[in-house]
């Protein structure tokens, strides 16, 4: 079965970058379609679409943090990884790894989530 | 960017209920949209996609219809398990692939 999860650090300094890591098995980033998606949830928020990336190394970003994402894979050991720049006490959040069957881009398999504090 | 409105944000409801969730583009998206379900502490779990279809599993009792600017979700009788928050995802902008502002189902 597809299973995702995110690995990172919880407490990051301001102006830190912030490294995530999404580790999945069931699945192939190889495979035609097939993407891997990162969103991300204040707490007591909403949902926010943060970046994907495809099978092919097609990456998209939300258009508000386009500059301070980056979304790359390692197909070979199964990981996504996000990097986000400059960090303020706003982004703290709890971040998710999301499976894209590639058909209509929806999320349909999610990690656990992992909650990033930012603060000095 | 295109910006999803949920409404209402907030209701509350009984068990047998029948509830309708609103979610409306500020631009056409056809039928590239779906919908979510996440309970609280929990990961959202995909219900519906392309405004209609509902994913594997998900109960009968789940519906989606709509299409352009105008959605819907229904749940036709609520259920203890269906008290959560739901949120809508437009699937038609390849730059932002948003999520509306969530509505919050709560037991009456």
């Known amino acids: 079965q597809i299973t995702l999860k995110e690995s990172g650090p919880t407490l990051v300094k301001p102006t830190q970058t912030l490294t995530l890591t999404c580790t999945f098995s069931g699945f192939s980033l190889s495979t035609s379609g097939v993407g891997v998606g990162w969103i991300r949830q204040p707490p007591g928020k909403a949902l926010q679409w943060l970046a994907l990336i495809f099978w092919d190394d097609e990456k998209r970003y939300s258009p508000s943090l386009k500059s301070r994402l980056t979304i790359t894979k390692d197909t070979s050991k199964n990981q996504v990884v996000l990097t986000m720049t400059n960090m303020d006490p706003v982004d703290t959040a709890t971040y998710y790894c999301?499976?894209?069957?590639?058909?209509?881009?929806?999320?349909?398999?999610w990690g656990q989530g992992t909650l990033v504090t930012v603060s000095s | 960017d295109i910006q999803l409105t949920q409404s209402p944000s907030f209701l509350s409801a009984s068990v047998g209920d029948r509830v309708t969730i609103t979610c409306r583009a500020s631009q056409g998206i056809s039928s590239y949209l779906a919908w979510y379900q996440q309970q609280p502490g929990k990961a959202p779990k995909l219900l519906i996609y392309?405004?209609?279809t509902l994913e594997s599993g998900v109960p009968s009792r789940f519906s989606g219809s709509g299409s352009g600017t105008d959605f819907t979700l229904t749940i036709s009788s609520l259920q203890p398990e269906d008290f959560a928050t739901y949120y809508c995802?437009?699937?038609?902008?390849?730059?932002?692939?948003?999520f509306g502002g969530g509505t919050k189902v709560e037991i009456k």
């Open positions: 999301a499976h894209s069957p590639g058909s209509w881009l929806v999320l349909d398999y």
């Open positions: 392309a405004a209609s």
């Open positions: 995802q437009q699937l038609n902008n390849y730059q932002a692939l948003t």
